[in-house]
């Protein structure tokens, strides 16, 4: 499967975003879907991830409550939805696909190319 990361931008803190991840190649349904970001000189971190059907969803702490993922399956397409946005979420943001429901980037096959989120403060 291929996938296509968009929406990024610069945005003050406490403003929303909303990235998209468009999915072609392969039965998108087939795939667990997560999002993770990496920020300059940092490690690529988990922030959320996605059942194949959507009715499960875990995030990272550090964004709870304030970021939403959701899939479209007939579009095959995901989202995240980040309000509250502070500095700290600042990052190349990328979406990947998986098989297994997991909170580690190694356990992902396929990646999108990811997309640059700046928060202002």
């Known amino acids: 499967v291929q996938l296509q990361a968009s929406g990024g931008g610069l945005v003050q803190a406490g403003g929303s975003l909303r990235l998209a991840c468009a999915a072609s190649?392969?039965?998108?349904?087939?795939?667990?879907v997560a999002w993770f970001r990496q920020a300059p000189g940092k490690e690529r971190e988990f922030v959320a991830v996605?059942?194949?059907?959507?009715?499960?969803?875990t995030y990272a702490d550090s964004v709870k409550g304030r970021f939403t993922i959701s899939r479209d399956n007939v579009k095959d397409t995901a989202s995240l939805q980040m309000n509250s946005l502070k500095p700290e979420d600042t990052a190349v943001y990328y979406c990947?696909?998986?098989?297994?429901?997991?909170?580690?980037?190694?356990?992902?096959?396929?990646w999108g190319r990811g997309t640059q989120v700046t928060v202002s403060s």
């Open positions: 990947a696909a998986g098989s297994t429901y997991n909170y580690y980037s190694a356990a992902y096959a396929y």
């Open positions: 996605i059942s194949w059907s959507g009715g499960r969803t």
């Open positions: 190649g392969r039965t998108f349904s087939e795939y667990i």
